[in-house]
């Protein structure tokens, strides 16, 4: 195992990761399909409203998005950090 | 050459296709049986956990579940593929760096105490169990439907199939079966997909057809759909009817839950490296994401061919004569999932929304003395070639795909249940001198074990199968998803916290449950009536998981800060999970 200060480096660097990640998770399901979407509902998309398209297809893109971008990151964090495979 | 033949040739086709597999990749080791070695591609697993996750719920009832309600059932949408992101960021990558083949396993591990691990078997039996009883039934019901052969008979058929392929192979035989069930399935589902999509907006992709332009009337294909639905009484489809607030509750369960059911968690052990198992989660939602884009519009759009097919002239004028109706409402008659009674003995077959007293009126004046047909759900899907007037072949490849989503998330379930019993009960606490080939066999054994009772429950299934879907989902949000969640990101939880965390969760989401639901699910043993008016906050119990899983985490941090800190050696193991370095293969103890 790594020394002791440069595995805490390397976690708290993964929680930060982490936490923004689940920011946008939280925004793009819970916040633009369902709270937000009265708000949204200016904003025209093909019958409906930008709420109604998060809901059905937006959030689950933004979902893709997320794990791919946190995988990338994160092999990128563990090779800083010398602590990939 | 006829439907049935068809039919025959291409469930008999895939069912070899299963077979052969199940020989090539038999399990000569534990390590195989448990983790298929560790040797998959992250892309094929992604490929198998998506057909072990994506169960005969998700291929047949989802998409008419969601038509029924419109904007308001998006939560099986965001809830269902929102859990991977929690599995991906908070559990695989861990879990696969620590190396062992069960998730009780690491309970038990992380908090040094075998009444931990015990707890999360039982929570992991109930769970799995629970969930197992529906693909069964499922499978079943294909069966019955599109070879003609009694449902019971269907299962037997079923189960001796999910028997060779499982117990020879264990996770390598399952996991690579569940490649193939994933392509049979996805085909199955896209291609009448994109026809349907083709006719109603001329777009090939039905995710972008939803909110394209309905070809016939010009107008936006959501707007013409709100449009008839209200013109018969229902309530407007884009619009939410439930509240806010249960809809944020019900998805926020189901993503939980969906983290939280351990035989998708495993399917993460069987991938060779850390980085793997977050890719691999990844590659799962791509695979996962082809059906889950395409659900919404294949429900929205059979809702609109329903409608339409009933008032060929638009909603405003006549219904179809009874004896006009179309050949695929003739052939699901007979299955009784769609029925036809002329309430008002005119010949023709009204469809409204009898249940809306705002529609009354409307409907006396028109003639109408009820809503005169009625269909299941799941036909939206099943009937959905029908529809479209597709070739014959094609509803041949629905049933092989629903065939395909339900025997692979059973075999899924199942190794998750023989793994728990063999490993965690067999070698860990009843027999741990058991040699490697006599834990093989014992998990093989537990396995045709677990066939057995899971045939057993398809034949007989319990009044209740439905409600307690709420149970698997609310269970695996309260017990099992907190608890690994702070075996990995908190070094101070230790044995005391974690046990006293997960019974907390486990008695009291099932008390809730029972409250409404009824005791262990009775009829009429239920403390309260199941109605909004006496939940507790207004929280309805399908939607309790994260309730739960809150007293599992307060529990489990307030009893673990007023006891002795877990010792050095489980706060290294903490540590060592955190990194991926030095992963390793499998390790078998």
């Given at each position: 195992m790594a020394d002791k200060s440069s595995s805490n480096a390397y976690w708290s660097a993964n929680i930060r990761i982490i936490t923004v990640c689940m920011v946008i998770w939280f925004v793009a399901s819970f916040g633009l399909g369902i709270l937000l979407r009265p708000m949204l509902s200016g904003i025209a998309v093909g019958g409906t409203d930008l709420g109604f398209w998060f809901a059905q297809q937006g959030s689950i893109l933004v979902f893709l998005g997320l794990i791919f971008f946190y995988a990338w990151k994160m092999n990128k964090v563990d090779a800083e950090h010398g602590v990939e495979e | 050459m006829d439907q049935y033949t068809l039919n025959l040739i291409f469930v008999g086709g895939s069912f070899a296709l299963y077979i052969g597999i199940a020989i090539w990749a038999r399990a000569g080791t534990t390590a195989e049986f448990y983790a298929a070695g560790r040797g998959v591609h992250p892309v094929l697993n992604g490929m198998a956990t998506a057909a072990d996750w994506m169960s005969a719920a998700s291929f047949i009832s989802m998409a008419g579940l969601i038509a029924a309600v419109g904007y308001g059932n998006s939560t099986f949408l965001m809830g269902w593929t929102g859990g991977y992101v929690l599995l991906a960021l908070l559990l695989a990558p861990y879990l696969r760096k620590f190396g062992k083949f069960t998730v009780p396993e690491f309970i038990g591990d992380r908090f040094y105490s075998q009444k931990a691990r015990m707890v999360a078997v039982v929570s992991l039996i109930v769970i799995s169990v629970t969930y197992v009883i529906g693909q069964m039934t499922g499978a079943g019901v294909a069966f019955s439907r599109f070879l003609e052969v009694q449902s019971d008979t269907g299962l037997y058929i079923a189960s001796a199939i999910v028997f060779v392929y499982a117990v020879l192979g264990g996770m390598k035989g399952i996991t690579y079966t569940q490649v193939a069930q994933y392509c049979v399935l996805i085909i199955a589902y896209t291609i009448p997909a994109i026809f349907i999509s083709l006719q109603l907006t001329g777009n090939p992709i039905p995710g972008l057809g939803l909110f394209g332009t309905h070809l016939e009337s010009g107008l936006p294909l959501l707007t013409k759909l709100d449009q008839v639905v209200t013109e018969l009484g229902f309530a407007q489809y884009t619009t939410l009817n439930t509240s806010m607030f249960n809809m944020f509750l019900f998805t926020l369960s189901l993503m939980i839950g969906t983290a939280g059911l351990p035989h998708v968690i495993i399917r993460f052990f069987t991938v060779p490296k850390v980085s793997d198992a977050r890719w691999s989660a990844g590659w799962a939602l791509v695979f996962i994401s082809l059906l889950y884009l395409s659900a919404p519009a294949v429900g929205a759009m059979a809702r609109l061919n329903v409608i339409s097919t009933i008032y060929p002239q638009g909603t405003q004028s006549e219904a179809v004569l009874y004896e006009e109706r179309p050949q695929w409402m003739r052939n699901w008659e007979v299955t009784g999932l769609l029925k036809f009674e002329?309430?008002?003995?005119?010949?023709r077959i009204q469809f409204y929304n009898d249940k809306n007293e705002g529609f009354t009126a409307t409907a006396t004046e028109r003639g109408w003395a009820g809503s005169e047909f009625t269909y299941n759900n799941d036909i939206l899907v099943l009937a959905n070639p029908e529809i479209a007037q597709l070739p014959g072949w094609v509803i041949a490849l629905i049933a092989a795909g629903g065939l395909a989503a339900a025997l692979s998330t059973a075999a899924g379930l199942l190794l998750a249940i023989s793994s728990a019993i063999s490993h965690d009960l067999i070698k860990s606490y009843l027999n741990p001198n058991i040699s490697e080939k006599g834990e093989l066999l014992a998990a093989r054994i537990s396995m045709a074990g677990a066939i057995a009772v899971a045939t057993w429950l398809g034949l007989n299934p319990p009044g209740f199968a439905a409600q307690t879907v709420a149970l698997a989902f609310g269970l695996a949000a309260a017990t099992i998803f907190p608890s690994l969640m702070m075996g990995i990101f908190s070094k101070r939880v230790n044995s005391m916290g974690a046990t006293l965390g997960m019974l907390a969760g486990l008695v009291v989401t099932c008390a809730y449950l029972f409250t409404y639901l009824g005791m262990f699910f009775i009829p009429g043993t239920n403390l309260l009536e199941n109605t909004a008016s006496n939940f507790l906050f207004g929280i309805p119990p399908a939607s309790f998981g994260p309730i739960g899983a809150l007293i599992n985490f307060g529990v489990a941090y307030v009893v673990s800060m007023m006891t002795a800190q877990p010792p050095q050696d489980v706060q290294d193991l903490v540590e060592s999970i955190r990194v991926p370095k030095g992963a390793g293969s499998a390790s078998n103890h």
């Open positions: - | 002329d309430k008002n003995g005119d010949g």
